[in-house]
């Protein structure tokens, strides 16, 4: 399965939105209903983060302006007020569908 | 939660490595486990999957060279990397996906 990631750089401004899509090449619908599509942030020189598991749902201490939506192909991640610690590289993963496959990412970063 | 990785290093193209993973602070029992890896510079990659039963599941690329397997009663994960190329130059981490769980990452440089 193709995760295309887009956009693979998005410069903004501290409190700015920041939106980043996904799209997968097939649907991500589980035969449970559920659609296992994940967020994960790499900040620079750290291991990857997880952010955000089945589309929409927030791990423990996420902050809430951290917001995942969408269904079947299409994502979106959306940051509602970037802050500084939101800098780095975001990651989609489909994993409903082996092999597992990542987007290639979208570094986020000031302008 | 603490996930270790351990028994990385500089290897010889050809050549094995073991890699570990010693988890805590969860029932590692309960859970699947991958291994993803990233190639300096480069994004993440995934690599390999273990169930809880021990089903398992591998990306193409290191399909019949690497062996992913568990120890329960250790709480370890286990990565066996054979017949090593220079493409397989990467931090390896270990996860839980639906825990949100990732270790430190292990670095495995093959080269001559």
């Known amino acids: 399965v193709l995760v295309t990631q887009t956009p693979s750089s998005l410069p903004v401004s501290l409190g700015d939105q920041a939106s980043i899509s996904c799209k997968s090449s097939?649907?991500?619908?589980?035969?449970?209903?559920?659609?296992?599509l994940a967020w994960f942030l790499q900040k620079p020189g750290q291991l990857p983060q997880s952010l955000i598991h089945?589309?929409?749902n927030r791990f423990s201490g996420v902050p809430d302006r951290f917001s995942g939506s969408g269904s079947v192909s299409d994502f979106t991640l959306k940051i509602s007020r970037v802050e500084p610690e939101d800098l780095g590289v975001y990651y989609c993963l489909q994993y409903v569908h082996y092999p597992l496959t990542f987007g290639a990412g979208t570094k986020l970063e000031l302008k | 939660v603490q996930l270790v990785e351990s028994g990385g290093g500089l290897v010889q193209p050809g050549k094995s490595l073991k890699l570990s993973c010693s988890a805590s602070g969860f029932t590692f029992s309960s859970y699947g486990m991958h291994w993803i890896r990233q190639a300096p510079g480069k994004g993440l990659d995934w690599v390999a999957y273990i169930s809880s039963s021990s089903g398992t599941v591998y990306a193409d690329a290191v399909k019949g060279r690497f062996t992913i397997s568990r120890d329960n009663a250790k709480n370890t994960l286990y990565l066996q990397l054979n017949s090593l190329k220079s493409e397989d130059t990467a931090i390896y981490y270990c996860?839980?996906?639906?825990?949100?769980?990732w270790g430190q990452g292990v670095m495995v440089t093959v080269s001559s």
């Open positions: 089945t589309v929409s």
């Open positions: 097939k649907s991500l619908v589980h035969n449970n209903g559920i659609t296992y």
């Open positions: 996860a839980s996906i639906t825990t949100s769980y």
